[in-house]
């Protein structure tokens, strides 16, 4: 683990194994901190926080683009550790990792841009104005489907703003976060400034909410867990950020350009085979195209290659352990047993290297219902569940019938009705005839059960900062 710029075992000696969603076999071995090495870790960024919020912005600038150029020497190496913890394919984890170079040069320019502002006083003798501050040490829990991009976007931030940060990587996936880690050091960051901490979530996670110099969490991960933090958090009051999953809708319009809608749709539904948080759960085709669409679709997923990500052919990896590959088979056997139509799929993958791995075939489900689980359960999967729709408003209706609200997507030629329910969409964000939502300049979140917050844009460096309201007497000219 990185404490106070150090490399460290686990105080009590003990460590854990990651493993290849592919293969079955172990890639390396992590400590497994104890709740003394947590607080070891939130003391380094205590202490050197005063200082880390000193430094001048154009400073942690420098220091932020320095770590992103180590981080891009590393590309190659740390893109194939993302494929042999996570699964995905290299060309997915090779986007990944530029996508979190991004993120770092976006946050080392926006914390140069942490304005406040002046505001217009009723009272002549006097005068308002407000500064931006960095909040303090900032706890930051990522998952496991994005271990780069995700603690690109959060930590950096952080830091940009002026904050210290305790990171603590999901136990699937920690390698990657290890590997930023030591390009954040490389690059000149402080010790102390940044520190990972890895192993079990309950331990880490207790002791992130009992420590009252921890003034900050961010969180990306399982509703109950966020629920969790949200009320832990309670007891010191302090700020959290959540990202907590979500179930996209995909509506295709009757006026749709066909064969764009599908084009969006295989690329945001088997990225990372379905485990995404944006990725289409429900989708819903106007009935005048679904015999079309369900045909055109089928014809493109019967091509895709599912196998090792390492394999520069493979367009579908592996899902990332034994209860995702339980969680989305119970979802497809739930939905056939309820009446669905099975066009494509519906089982797992145990043919030769197959079997030593998660592998699930991708899936085309038709006729798919309100009352079965894929229709209101986050699936995290390779599994389409198709359903038609009518009118505009029944469109609408199934889209917001679920407790999530992250994403949606819309496909239509009309811009009038694009805009009409794009407002409508109970989410916090909409694609357009585009599936491509996210962007380092964006804000990114959602609303009811998706979470609390934005990360990502000015919104994301904001998240990490106090606004302070200063008051000025002055004497009459």
Known sequence: MLIYGEWVPA?????????????????????????EDVATAIGAAHSTFPAWARTPAVKRAELLDRSRHSLLSRREEITRLITEESGKPLRQSHGEVNVAADFIRWYAEEGRRSYGEWIPDPLPDRRLLTIRQPIGVAAIITPWNFPAYMVARTATAALAAGCTVVIKPARQTPLTALALARAFNDGGIPPGVLNVVTGDASIIGQAFLDDQRVKKISF??????????MRGAA?????????????????IMSDAA??????????????NAGQTCIAPNQVHVHSSLLETFL????????????????DPKTDVGPLINRDALEKVSSHVN????????????????????????????????????PQ????????????????????????????????????????????SKAIRIAERLDVGMVGVNDTRIAAVEAPFGGVKLSGIGREGGREGLAAFTETKQLAFRIEPA
């Open 334 to 369: 739930d939905a056939i047993d309820r009446g669905a139509r099975l066009l494509m799929g519906g089982h797992q993958l145990t043919a030769d290297d197959q079997a030593k791995g998660n592998f699930y075939a991708p899936t085309i489900l038709a006729d798919v219902t």
């Open 372 to 415: 079965m689980r894929i229709t209101c359960e986050e699936t995290f999967g390779p599994i389409i569940a198709v359903t038609a729709f009518e009118s505009d408003d029944e469109a609408i209706e199934r889209a917001n019938s679920t407790q999530y609200g992250l994403a949606a997507y819309l496909y239509t030629r009309d811009l």
């Open 295 to 310: 045909e055109l679709l089928s014809s493109r997923v019967e091509r895709l290659k599912v196998g090792n990500g390492l």
């Open 235 to 251: 007891n010191h009051v302090k700020r959290v950020s959540l990202e907590l999953g979500g179930h996209a809708a995909f509506i």
């Open 258 to 271: 066909l064969d764009r809608a599908i084009d969006g749709l295989m690329s945001a539904k088997f990225q």
């Open 11 to 35: 105080a009590t000696g003990r460590s854990i194994s990651v493993y290849n969603p592919a293969t079955g076999e172990v890639v390396d071995e992590i400590p497994a901190a104890s709740a």
């Open 220 to 229: 990306a991960g399982s509703p109950d867990v966020g629920k969790l933090l």
